[in-house]
C-alpha cells in the first residue's frame, strides 16, 4: 500500500509559476514510477508527466514541456512539480500517482490539489 497526499495548488495569474509537491508513505520502495495527472472540468484525465524511480527517466506531455518540471527527492519519498509560464489551459485538478510496474496504469492516488490559472 502506498498513500500519496499532494499539497501547493492555489491561484495563480497566466505567466507565474507554481510548485505541487506530493509526499509518498507505506512502500514507497517497491513504486517503479510516479507521475501527475490532471483533469479540467469537462474533459478527460492527461498524463502531464511521469518520472521513473530506477533512473529518473521522464516524459512530458507537449502541452507542458518546456514549461514543466517533475523532480523527486528520495530522502523524503517527495515528489514535485514545478509549473512556470502557466496558461489558463492549464487550470485543473493535479493528482500525483503512483505505477507499481512498467507499463501499467497508477495503482495509488492522492486526492488532488486544485491549480486554477487566471488571463
Known amino acids: 500500500q502506498v498513500q500519496l497526499v499532494e499539497s501547493g495548488g492555489g491561484d495563480v495569474q497566466a505567466g507565474g509559476s507554481l510548485k505541487l509537491s506530493c509526499t509518498a508513505t507505506g512502500s514507497v520502495s517497491e513504486i517503479y514510477a510516479m507521475a501527475w495527472y490532471r483533469r479540467a472540468p469537462g474533459q478527460a484525465r492527461e498524463l502531464v508527466t511521469i518520472?521513473?524511480?530506477?533512473?529518473?527517466?521522464?516524459y512530458y506531455a507537449d502541452s507542458v514541456k518546456g514549461r514543466f518540471t517533475i523532480s523527486k527527492d528520495n530522502a523524503t519519498n517527495t515528489l514535485y512539480l514545478q509549473m512556470n509560464r502557466l496558461k489558463p489551459e492549464d487550470t485543473a485538478m493535479y493528482y500525483c500517482?503512483?505505477?507499481?510496474?512498467?507499463?501499467?496504469?497508477?495503482?495509488?492516488w492522492g486526492q488532488g490539489t486544485q491549480v486554477t490559472v487566471s488571463s
Open positions: 518520472i521513473s524511480s530506477m533512473y529518473s527517466v521522464t
Open positions: 500517482a503512483a505505477s507499481m510496474a512498467a507499463a501499467t496504469t497508477p495503482s495509488y
